[in-house]
């Protein structure tokens, strides 16, 4: 463990702001500025922005003449609630699984068969 | 493209489900063979998985007609991950979309894993197959694949809410009305997936080449 600590260079490992990070903060400034610009546009000009999804399940909803509703529905951030929790836990067992889901290290294989 | 509970008969929720299982079906061994050959492959299938999920929930706005829609990603899966394996894919995020967002519905999941895993992203991959064994460009191959397989999904999508609702309007002329409504925001977004398409696919051949194993018929192309 300690030879491994001692391999790292610490000048090396604290450069984050590396050409990968510029370039993705760079992409995702540019689609969020056209978030922006683009809701300021239609605020400005009192479009409703919907979902297009919903838009045609309307439209098709006016052709079934009956309301459409999802088959499972939560009130307000109760979904945001049923999510978390359900995330939550998947990510417990999925974390218990890991090795049986990944497979093991080859390092860990190693260490395993010397001890 | 995600069609929301209650709109589609019984009978066509069942029928696309049904349609949607053909496909699942030899997606799960396509995975199972791939992982047997291939342990890393597991892990990178989750990541697409995820990335599916977050693409095709990401609503952007199109000024243009004032309403928000969300590319599909799946053309990318199919590319990178094999297309079956993205039916599968497509089928689970469309059940965590309905059951945590909201977004699509159960009853529908056949349905839009037919429209979106299936018709979107087959086409796409048929025409970025085509293409490349055409000798064309990465950026053309993978630009086109990703606009049409986009575009595909949402033309599916309105066939399917027409075959279930057009009463006395002819098939077609009530598959046109659906997509009318979809097209004028989808369009830009569908060149969005075109630039989105090539920009991953040609940073993964920069960055990480390993991982595009079998996906690029000539080295380097």
């Known amino acids: 463990m300690s030879a491994s600590i001692d391999r790292i260079d610490p000048a090396a490992d604290t450069r984050f702001f590396d050409g990968y990070t510029r370039v993705m903060l760079s992409v995702m400034f540019v689609i969020l500025m056209f978030i922006f610009a683009s809701g300021k546009y239609m605020s400005a000009h009192k479009m409703e922005a919907t979902g297009t999804d919903d838009k045609v399940n309307n439209l098709a909803t006016q052709v079934t003449r009956g309301e459409h509703h999802p088959f499972i529905d939560l009130p307000g951030d109760a979904q945001v609630g049923a999510f978390s929790i359900a995330n939550f836990f998947a990510g417990l067992i999925v974390g218990h699984h890991w090795t049986r889901l990944f497979g093991t290290r080859k390092v860990a294989r190693d260490e395993e068969k010397d001890a | ?221």
């Open chain 2, 1 to 221: 493209m995600h069609i929301e509970d209650g709109i589609l008969s019984p009978q066509a929720c069942a029928t696309w489900y049904a349609a949607a299982t053909v496909f699942v079906v030899p997606g799960i061994y396509e995975i199972k063979r791939r992982i047997r050959d291939n342990l890393a492959y597991k892990p990178f299938l989750a990541m697409v998985g995820v990335a599916v999920f977050v693409i095709s929930a990401m609503h952007l706005p199109v000024p243009v007609t004032g309403s928000c829609s969300h590319p599909c990603g799946t053309t990318l899966a199919a590319i990178i991950v094999g297309p079956f394996a993205s039916v599968v894919i497509s089928a689970i995020v469309l059940f965590f979309q309905a059951v945590f967002l909201g977004h699509g519905g159960i009853t529908t999941i056949g349905a839009n894993t037919f429209s979106m895993g299936i018709a979107g992203a087959l086409t796409g991959y048929l025409l970025w197959k085509g293409l490349r064994a055409l000798h064309c460009p990465l950026w053309l191959a993978a630009g086109v694949a990703g606009l049409v397989g986009d575009l595909m999904t949402y033309f599916v999508s309105a066939f399917e809410l027409a075959w279930s609702l057009h009463g006395n309007v002819p098939l077609w002329r009530q598959c046109l009305i659906f997509f009318m409504g979809y097209a004028p925001t989808q369009v830009p977004l569908a060149i969005a997936e075109a630039v989105f398409t090539v920009a991953v696919l040609q940073a993964m051949l920069s960055r990480r080449p390993d991982l595009l194993r079998g996906v690029l018929a000539k080295k380097g192309a």
